[in-house]
């Protein structure tokens, strides 16, 4: 059995150029003529130098004395029980003003053991809503407004998304910017750590022989993370549940998925043209590489056990 599968970039995409403004600066001394070669001229420099390196330290003392507001404020609010600062309100507080997030509420303040009563802080909800708030995921301590940091966590180069590779093999979470890392040197699902390097395609398609011993309705193997184009994906062939499934995974941001397109056929060996009657193919745009792994089952090139059996070929108990 064969599979082809081939991933194209979009041509339609347009780089916006960068406009480089140059701003000029223009030193003029009012009723008076500097002149080039004279001390006029480097007394002014000077001056200015010493005007601008005024104004940076005042704005670092500006931004510090916010910086350590904002934190009392951000701690002041911070939930007791998961630590997590609400981005929303309502803010519920106890009647001693132990504030709790509205997933943790329940019927005793967790901080002074008093009872809730449903009270709810306006003052608080004016807090987070002018605020800058931290990203919860370790390695990033990134600060976004209230409006910006649920649209930065979602793509958080720094966010926990599952191993690509089938579960039965890895179910290990890892931090997106070090997926890679994890598939080339610890993931037990990939063909990566056993090859030692990840596979690169200097030109698509690509054919791949499957072969296996053994039940083909436990056709279940290991994936592999490969690199087209300076883009780096991943490649599955998983059993679910009286089926197979193939997918292409893109291990990047989600937006970015609408730029390439994968095509995928699974074919009988020998089929090049693929134009036998067992063909199944898929055409469509790569997963984003958090997608749930259920979805992935249910949404990629899903090929029957009896089709599966029509375009397999077993010689000497092996497909």
């Known amino acids: 059995m064969e599979a082809k599968i081939e991933v194209t970039k979009g041509n ?3 780089v916006e150029g960068i406009d480089r403004n140059i701003t000029e600066v223009k030193l003029e001394a009012a009723g008076t003529d500097v002149e080039k070669d004279g001390d006029g001229m480097l007394d002014a420099f000077k001056t200015m130098k010493d005007e601008l390196d005024l104004m940076k330290k005042e704005r670092a003392e500006e931004r510090r004395k916010y910086n350590e507001l904002t934190n009392k404020l951000r701690n002041q609010v911070e939930c007791p029980v998961c630590l997590e600062v609400p981005t929303s309100g309502p803010v519920p507080v106890c009647p001693n003003g132990h504030f709790v997030c509205t997933k943790c509420e329940g019927y005793l303040c967790p901080t002074c053991r008093s009872r809730m009563f449903g009270n709810r802080s306006l003052l608080a909800v004016t807090v987070i809503e002018n605020i800058e708030h931290k990203c919860k995921y370790e390695g990033c301590g990134e600060l976004y407004p209230v409006s910006e940091v649920e649209h930065h966590i979602k793509a958080c180069q720094f966010r926990i998304i599952d191993c690509p590779s089938p579960s039965d093999f890895c179910d290990k ?3 997106f910017c070090k997926v890679l890392d994890h598939i080339l040197n610890e993931c037990e699902g990939s063909t990566n750590k056993k090859e030692g390097k ?6 698509m398609p690509q054919t791949l022989n499957y072969r296996q011993k053994g039940p083909l309705e436990k056709f279940n193997m290991h994936g592999a993370a ?3 184009n300076e883009a780096f994906f991943y490649m599955n062939r998983e059993e679910a549940d009286g089926w197979t499934v193939f997918s292409i995974q893109y291990l990047g941001d989600k937006d970015d998925c609408n730029k390439y397109e ?4 699974v074919h009988q060996i020998g089929d090049k043209q693929r134009v036998g009657k067992y063909v199944q193919r ?4 790569p ?3 958090d997608i749930d792994e259920n979805q992935r ?4 090139l899903v090929v029957g056990n009896l089709i599966m059996n029509k375009i397999a070929i077993n010689e000497n108990e092996e497909w």
Do not use: L, Q, T
Not at 262 to 265: E, K, P, Q, R
């Open 287 to 289: 997963f984003p590489i």
């Open 173 to 175: 979470k890892v931090a």
């Open 282 to 285: 898929s055409v469509g745009e």
């Open 12 to 14: 339609n995409i347009e």
């Open 297 to 300: 089952r249910k949404n990629g």
């Open 226 to 228: 490969f690199m087209w």
């Open 198 to 203: 990840i596979r690169e395609y200097n030109k």
């Open 262 to 265: 994968v095509d995928i056929a």
